[in-house]
């Protein structure tokens, strides 16, 4: 087995952390709680500017890898992972949400959960858009070099918001990111961090920071006093700066470390992106509607809190009784990989 690399799974942990506090704000500003110009749904608009593409660039990283595999092979490997995952979860998640809708913000129907299949559903939209990047990208590193496919993913990405069919849309937002960590992979980036001492790892840190925090307040601004494709394109500055924020963090506290359980957060991300929706809106609503609580900041703490508290019990139960690839999805085993590799197909 591969060993993993530490500071890629402190990388993923900050961002289930974002997203999961994302919703909780998301959630809030749904019930009218808090406000538009509420410095919790402004942090939001910060998070919302990066947390998404941090995870696509993660999932680059390693995906020139995959690309070298047979088409059969390759496709299998993402439906297995990515997509019957995506098919469990809004099965689960969408009946909840058609059965409490009443007492939700969403008020999804069984109607949007049955056009789940060409219609991507609630927040589950990331597995399906990853799954369409992963393929675009198997087939582009067939007829493009990796500069070129660079190129394409900006131009795409600037076209994107006028692409208004299916989710080519989101495809193009996201397809920038999903090739920048391929590039950062296959230009060695990784080895240089590995160069680097602890101390120009907490410069980089330091810089990257001031940066981002710059590039956050223009973002902020535009969001609320510019139209939407100004904000489009400034939205690409904040999710490069963004990323390179939390790689650096990741790679610091890799070194030192420190807050292992951010580590470990990482590894199950996926377990925590599909599963924490449904006890986060349950512990709202128990909050809010029969405790009738209306506190923001006490919403947010015990939101986070069960949203990421829960996932990790069924996590850890799921692996004890041997359920978790029925719930999460599973890797091929080595003479089905074997087998599908040597159909060049």
């Known amino acids: 087995m591969a060993k993993r690399i530490e500071w890629i799974d402190y990388f993923k942990g900050i961002g289930i952390l974002l997203v999961v506090y994302g919703h909780v704000i998301v959630g809030l500003q749904g019930s009218n709680t808090i406000s538009q110009h509420n410095p919790y749904n402004i942090s939001n608009i910060i998070i919302y500017g990066f947390h998404m593409p941090l995870f696509f660039f993660a999932s680059g990283i390693f995906a020139d890898k995959w690309a070298k595999n047979t088409f059969l092979l390759a496709v299998k490997q993402k439906l297995t992972t990515i997509i019957y995952p995506y098919f469990i979860w809004v099965m689960i998640t969408g009946s909840f949400m058609s059965i409490a809708s009443k007492f939700t913000n ?3 129907s069984w109607s949007e959960l049955l056009k789940s299949p060409v219609h991507p559903f609630s927040i589950y939209w990331y597995l399906y858009c990853l799954f369409f990047l992963f393929i675009l990208y198997y087939f582009s590193k067939r ?13 795409y990405y600037i076209s994107s918001p006028f692409l208004n069919f299916w989710i080519l849309s989101d495809v193009g937002k996201y397809f920038v990111f999903f090739v920048l960590g391929i590039y950062v992979y296959n230009k060695k980036g990784i080895n240089i961090f590995g160069k680097l001492n602890n101390k120009n790892i907490l410069i980089h840190t330091i810089a990257s920071a001031i940066i981002f925090a710059i590039v956050s307040f223009i973002y902020v601004y535009s969001y609320f006093l510019l139209s939407e494709y100004p904000v489009h394109i400034i939205y690409l500055i904040i999710s490069i700066s963004g990323i390179g924020f939390t790689l650096f963090i990741s790679v610091l506290l890799s070194r030192v470390k420190k807050l292992i359980v951010i ?5 199950i991300s996926l377990v925590i992106y599909v599963s924490h929706l449904i006890p986060q809106a349950g512990a709202r609503i128990i909050i809010m509607k029969f405790g009738g609580i209306k506190n923001a900041s006490l919403h947010i703490i015990i939101g986070t809190v069960i949203g990421m508290v829960i996932p990790i019990i069924i ?3 799921s692996k004890k009784k041997n359920l978790y690839p029925v719930l999460f999805g599973y890797k091929l085993k080595e003479k089905e990989y074997s087998d599908l590799n040597n159909m060049r197909i």
């Open 315 to 317: 996590y850890e139960v």
């Open 106 to 108: 969403n008020h999804q």
């Open 263 to 267: 580590k470990y957060f990482g590894k």
């Open 143 to 155: 007829v493009m070099s990796l500069n070129v496919i660079m190129i394409f993913s900006i131009i």
